[in-house]
Structure formats: structure tokens, C-alpha cells
């Protein structure tokens, strides 16, 4: 059984997680199993819905208005690139906001340190965020698209940074919405404006130069660069690397501290 002594301090805390990381991995592959338990294609969903995805958009900025293609060439390989990381970002947050309601019985009953119902939501995804990247391999063969050197850096360092800001995001939502049930519905809209507001589909060097300091603000914008810059390397810019990295922290300390202050209260309600 795991110590309950966490809850006192933020290295506690840690201890606990650490002390609880088999039973993590265990949540984690559980996770994909039941993902793909009663679906016929199983796996197959992990790369199709973001590959029909871009190759949606790719249909309509390429063949429909092809004389102004907002991304990089290949345009299909520009696409992927962000899509996939989105996809990551996206499940997480809207599975994280939900992830204490929807383990309400095991947040109660069992002694666990309650971050990784959080944690193991984050994980998951971007597990299935790996085994998607064959589609972009695919692509990336079939286009003749080859590879920077400084993708054996910048890759973990981007899955790095995004699992950092997710594990923040996560905790605080996933409080925040026992709660206040009706910001899940608020997450869901944020999410889809947030889309079009990140560059997934567009490169920021597409946008009017007044307006680029808007995208460089948000650090999803500049993980998504840093996710592309293996395959595009005139995206890597380390100062942008290290404020994305420095904002990712932020927000994990606040999530964190959320997370902290709100447990009892929020195990009240569940």
C-alpha cells in the first residue's frame, strides 16, 4: 500500500509518485488496452483519424486554393507534423478534465496518489502519439522528405516540454471541473478555438509580422515549431524553446499547487 504521507509536501508528493510508478504503468497499458477493446480496427483508429484529418486539409489548402497554401512543402508532411502533436494535446486536456469524475471510485477507495489518475491520462496519449508517427515516416518516404540531424535533439525535447505543460494543464482541470462541472463544456470550445489559433494548419511565417508576437506568446505554438524543426530546421529558434519550456514549468507549478490545495475538498464531492 502506498504512503498517504504525501499529501504534505511538495517532495512528498513526488516520493509518492515515484514509489507508485509500477502501478502508473500498469494504469498506462490498461489505458490503451481498453482504448482498443471493443473496436474492430483498433490501433488502425490511432493513425487513421489524424491521417484523414490532414488529408482533409491538405485536399482543401492544396487542391481547392492551391495558390495559397499556408504551410511549408510538403505540405501533407507540414500538416502531420503538427496534427499529431495536436492530437496529443488535445486528448489530453479534454480526457485530463474529466480524469478525477471518471475514476471517482478508485480516487476514493484506494490509497494511490491522486496526480496519477492525471498523469496516466497525459502518458497514455502520448503513447498512442508514438505509434501514430509510422503514418508521417510514410509520408515522409514517399515525398522524399529528408530529415535534419537536430531532430535526435529537438523531438524528445519537444515530447519533453508538451508532457511537462499537460501534466500542469491536466492537474488543474481536472479539480477545477469536480467543482465547477460545467467548465468540461467550456474546455471543449476553448479546445476547438485553440485549434485554429495554434499553428497546426499554418506556419507562423505566414502571418502579417504584427501578429506573430501573439503565436510566439502561446508555448503550444512554439512546441509545435520545436516538433517540426527536425523536418523544417529554420523553425528552431532556442529562445522560443527555452521561453516555451519556462512557460511549461509555470504552468505545471500552478497546476501542481491547484491540484495541492483543492484535493480534500474535491474528494468531498466526488
Known sequence: MVDSSYTRSPLARI?????????????????????????????????????????VYWAIFSLLFP??????????????AGMLPWQWFNSSVSQASKALRSSSRLVRS?????????????????V???????????FLLATQTPLHWNMLITFPLAMLIMAVLLAGVGLGLSV???????????????LRLFFYASPVLYSVTRLPEDLRWVYVANPVADILQLFRAGIYPHYLEWWHV??????????????????????????KEL
Do not use: C, H
Open 15 to 55: 516520493r509518492a509518485i515515484w514509489g507508485a510508478r509500477k502501478i502508473l504503468l500498469l494504469l498506462i497499458r490498461r489505458d490503451l488496452k481498453v482504448r482498443y477493446a471493443n473496436s474492430v480496427l483498433g490501433y488502425v483508429w490511432t493513425v487513421l483519424d489524424p491521417l484523414l484529418m490532414s488529408l
Open 67 to 80: 495558390r495559397d497554401v499556408p504551410g511549408d512543402d510538403p505540405y501533407i508532411v507540414f500538416l502531420l
Open 110 to 126: 484506494t490509497n494511490l496518489p491522486r496526480e496519477i489518475w492525471v498523469l496516466r491520462v497525459v502518458a497514455s496519449n502520448g
Open 128 to 138: 498512442e502519439f508514438l505509434l501514430a508517427l509510422p503514418v508521417l515516416a510514410g
Open 176 to 190: 477545477l471541473t469536480v467543482l465547477v462541472p460545467d467548465l468540461q463544456r467550456l474546455v471543449a470550445i476553448f
Open 242 to 267: 527555452g521561453y516555451a519550456a519556462a512557460m511549461s514549468l509555470l504552468v505545471l507549478a500552478v497546476g501542481w499547487w491547484l491540484f495541492a490545495r483543492l484535493e480534500r475538498t474535491v474528494l
